[in-house]
């Protein structure tokens, strides 16, 4: 035998020594796994883009598929979100290019395997069937259409007119006619193939140092890489997609006396929000909205002022981020720029919330009740563009200071706050001038048509029983329903044109603790359902001594201002001796009497091992028909006798026991 070294085999060796085992690679595999590669990304992709024109179109939120929303009002709808921005376009024309070579791939293919698929009436272009002379001038016509001289470079013409002479053979030689009917081929049987879905040039010699480079740089550099990348990225992130570092900084600045006034510096210092690019003009427009509200007494004194914002980059961008959420609640102007890294902290803000109460409830077990409420306003302001001192008034259309203060004077259709306004009659409704028109009253009730009215609805229990004793596990269900809603219809979203994109309201609920001790009972539930009637759960241990105990139930709203309500509930707690005693029926006692499968089972093991002893003691002895012999039948009866004495005897001493407790008091209240 003759061992050839790899330089001594050259490439036709190396293709002859292949063919000899029929595997061959196969250039057409590979692209039929680019088609499926492609698929997985462009069908995806695809139907996102198509999502997205149809959200912009509509103006729906991606989050929300309500039917029968509410109608929105003409006035002040929610911006819509650009459709043509330059991302959208650059994604748009790339996923068109993929279509497009995804097509003609596919098309190449298509060519391929109808010349590769043998069926020689379908190639000359027959019906089966047809006669020698159709056959004939059928390969006359085709032969000259496909002939390599008339063809010349085109590798598919040649292929097909190899097809043709096939396909004329397998009709007119009665050899290879005979070959195509037993085979399905004219040349007779077919060796199996198996192919591999490589390129061919992965086998040329002068690409194997170029293709071990290139494999060692993407086993042992590039994916060793990649993981380190998103290994340390996903350090930096905790739950609901929040940074680590805006754990720590909320856990710090959030305290029990934490004002609402200083919520929006806490939001700004958030870690998401150190890499916001500002530019010269928007950090001298922040220095004349700071100077203005510290002027006006209308913002606290921060931690980062202008004199720390200016030792490094991070603290400035704090600074400025600080400054422009105070410019976005009090209506100041804002720069175009510094606009898109407000519209940036709003939307973000949502899972910062869920961050920020979790410091208020769970983190060190604090369960703060007002501190949790403060944020939960908070949302409130940021998503209408109001603060603190402001009427919740404010929110309506074409309403200024002028029309909320008109709204809270005198007595007949007076409202404090927007929940009043809101349960007024269109007509009752104070504040619109006569220099409001028709259209804009109409805006105003259009508006107070979708805004939240809340019935809050309170039912405790315990399970399976009519009263509530001490410690037991109580289920307080609160089910609140939206009075602005339709039967069978879902809320819209909300009224917000401060806000940058469509948002939808989510209810908060809260659980205080009675006596007022500025404590939560449990975890804060969040409702994000758009249906009319929704409802919520909590569940915790009833008071340890009997009473009556009352509630205080906050129904808040993440989105509206003025609308939140609060319920107080009272439960009557009895002690647990006072609870009625379980009386065991008499059909449930007699199941104690009954033997158990344990019990079934060891007495069987236990006959057939007496069986067995039986057997070796006396073989003389002779079973009846139940199977038991005469022995076996007398230790059964022996065992029943002893199992009843026994049961007997306990029931006397229950019985003496009884007894003589009882003759023991006599005898003691005799000697009294």
């Not at 496909?146 to 097909?160: E, I, L, S, T």
């Not at 290879?176 to 879905?197: F, L």
């Not at 109409?442 to 399970?463: G, L, P, R, Y």
């Not at 404590?519 to 409802?535: A, E």
Request: glycine share 4%; charged share 30%.
């Amino acid at each position: 035998m003759i061992l050839h070294s790899i330089e001594e085999v050259d490439d036709a060796e190396i293709h002859n020594k292949i063919g000899l085992i029929n595997i061959a690679l196969d250039s057409k595999a590979i692209y039929y796994f680019f088609l499926a590669t492609l698929l997985c990304y462009l069908v995806p992709a695809t139907l996102i883009s198509l999502n997205t024109i149809v959200n912009a179109v509509l103006c729906r939120s991606e989050d929300s598929n309500a039917k029968g929303a509410n109608k929105q009002p003409k006035f002040g709808k929610n911006k819509k979100k650009p459709l043509l921005t330059p991302g959208f376009v650059i994604a748009t024309l790339m996923h068109m290019a993929l279509w497009a070579l995804f097509f003609y791939v596919n098309s190449i293919l298509q060519v391929n395997s109808e010349i590769a698929s043998f069926d020689p009436f379908s190639i000359l272009g027959l019906e089966a069937g047809a006669t020698e002379r159709e056959i004939k001038k059928a390969y006359r016509k085709m032969s000259l259409e496909f002939h390599p001289d008339r063809n010349v470079g085109d590798p598919n013409a040649k292929a097909m007119f190899v097809q043709i002479s096939k396909a004329h053979d397998a009709l007119t030689d009665e050899e290879a006619r005979a070959n195509y009917e037993k085979y399905g081929n004219p040349d007779g049987r077919q060796s199996m193939e198996v192919s591999i879905g490589l390129p061919t040039f992965l086998l040329e010699r002068d690409n194997h140092t170029m293709i071990l480079i290139i494999y060692l740089g993407v086993l042992v550099v590039l994916i060793p890489s990649l993981v380190g990348i998103w290994w340390s990225y996903s350090q930096q992130y905790g739950e609901n997609e929040v940074m680590q570092g805006t754990y720590q900084i909320y856990q710090y600045l959030i305290r029990d006396n934490v004002n609402i006034k200083l919520l929006p510096e806490i939001l700004a210092s958030s870690q998401e929000f150190g890499q916001l690019q500002y530019t010269g003009k928007d950090k001298e427009e922040a220095h004349r909205n700071f100077k203005t509200l510290k002027d006006e007494r209308k913002m606290l004194k921060p931690r980062y002022t202008p004199k720390i914002a200016q030792k490094d980059e991070k603290s400035m961008t704090f600074y400025v981020n600080n400054v422009m959420l105070h410019s976005h609640l009090l209506q100041k102007k804002i720069p175009k720029n510094a606009q898109k890294n407000v519209n940036t902290m709003l939307l973000k803000f949502p899972k910062l919330l869920e961050v920020m109460v979790f410091m208020t409830t769970v983190a060190g077990r604090r369960w703060w009740l007002n501190q949790t409420i403060h944020i939960i306003k908070f949302s409130q302001y940021l998503t209408q563009g109001l603060f603190k001192d402001d009427s919740s008034l404010l929110q309506l259309p074409h309403f200024t200071q002028r029309e909320a203060g008109h709204c809270k004077k005198g007595k007949k259709g007076r409202s404090d706050n927007m929940r009043d306004f809101l349960r007024l009659a269109p007509e009752d409704r104070k504040g619109m001038s006569k220099n409001f028109t028709d259209e804009m009253k109409q805006d105003v009730h259009d508006v107070c048509a979708q805004m939240s009215d809340f019935e809050v609805k309170i039912v405790s229990k315990v399970d399976d029983e009519d009263q509530i004793a001490t410690n037991d596990t109580l289920t307080m269900k609160v089910d609140v329903t939206r009075l602005n809603v339709k039967e069978g219809e879902c809320a819209g979203p909300v009224y917000a044109p401060n806000y940058p994109e469509p948002k939808y309201e989510f209810i908060w609920v809260l659980l205080a603790r009675p006596g007022g001790r500025n404590q939560l009972m449990s975890m804060p539930q969040k409702i994000v359902d758009q249906s009319r009637v929704v409802s919520c759960e909590f569940k915790f241990r009833a008071p340890e001594k009997p009473g009556s105990y009352e509630f205080d139930i906050h129904v808040l709203s993440d989105s509206y201002i003025g609308v939140d309500v609060v319920m107080k509930h009272t439960i009557s707690v009895i002690s647990e001796e006072s609870l009625p005693k379980y009386q065991i029926h008499p059909e449930d006692a007699a199941l104690d009497d009954q033997p158990t499968i344990f019990t079934q089972i060891m007495e069987t093991d236990f006959l057939d091992t007496d069986s067995e002893s039986d057997e070796e003691s006396d073989d003389g002895d002779k079973t009846d028909a139940s199977g038991m012999t005469a022995a076996q039948k007398k230790r059964r009866r022996e065992r029943l006798r002893r199992k009843k004495e026994a049961n007997e005897a306990e029931d006397n001493d229950d019985n003496e026991g009884k007894s003589g407790s009882k003759d023991e008091g006599d005898e003691s209240s005799d000697e009294e």
